[in-house]
């Protein structure tokens, strides 16, 4: 039976100061064990399940049960409207 499917996956690469915006949110909102994080600069089978998702290389992407989001505003947005119980994000995510 082939394995399922983690609930969220998070495309990303640290150096990616997008990503890092998404990562201060995760840690935030204390999400760390509810997203599996994928490098797609150090793993190129997660950069190719990246393009099949979505045609592009972009990162941040945030996959919800299959479906992906790009825009790390959007994907900032998404998280702490379903996991922040009335948390806001912080403006210091905000820095340009
Ligand atoms: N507006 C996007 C910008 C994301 C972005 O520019 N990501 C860069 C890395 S910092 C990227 O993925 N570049 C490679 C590509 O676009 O294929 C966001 O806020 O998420």
């Known amino acids: 039976m082939p394995e399922k499917s983690p609930e969220l996956i998070l495309y ?3 150096e990616c100061p997008f990503c890092a915006r ?3 949110a995760i840690e935030d909102l204390g999400l760390e064990q509810k997203i599996e994080s994928r490098n797609t600069r150090l793993d190129r089978e997660h950069r190719n399940a990246l393009i099949q998702l979505t ?6 992407c945030l996959v919800v049960e299959g479906k992906p ?3 790390s505003a959007d994907i900032v947005d998404y998280l702490y409207r379903e996991y922040g119980r009335g948390k806001k994000p912080p403006r210091r995510f905000w820095p340009f």
């Open 22 to 24: 998404v990562n201060r």
């Open 12 to 14: 990303q690469y640290p």
């Open 69 to 71: 989001m790009l825009e």
């Open 55 to 60: 045609g592009r290389t972009q990162v941040p």
